[in-house]
């Protein structure tokens, strides 16, 4: 039993690294994106985009022991980098895959 409870939690502890590293990469990369293309996609504003990926990396890093702020962390980033970076690609031109 101890052995699967280790399991468990490294196998958690690595899938909250990983979606603070999206999380901080899509937060630079909204961040770096120009400001009108949030608005030609009709998205919110860049600033919004960066301070949810930000508070979603917090979620992420920080000790919270409440895991559906992870979870609403982890919809936010998804959110990002699955629905509004493509569409942001796509109005930059760079629309080239991932």
Known sequence: MLIFAQVLFWSIYLIKVALAV???IGAVTAFATRAD???VAGR???MAWVAILAAS???FVLPFHSNLLAVAA???TGIYWF???PQLRDIL???GGW
């Open 22 to 24: 999206a999380a901080v």
């Open 37 to 39: 293309a949030f608005e």
């Open 44 to 46: 919110m504003q860049k």
């Open 57 to 59: 990396t917090a979620a």
């Open 74 to 76: 982890a919809v936010f």
């Open 83 to 85: 629905d509004v970076r």
């Open 93 to 95: 031109g760079n629309a």
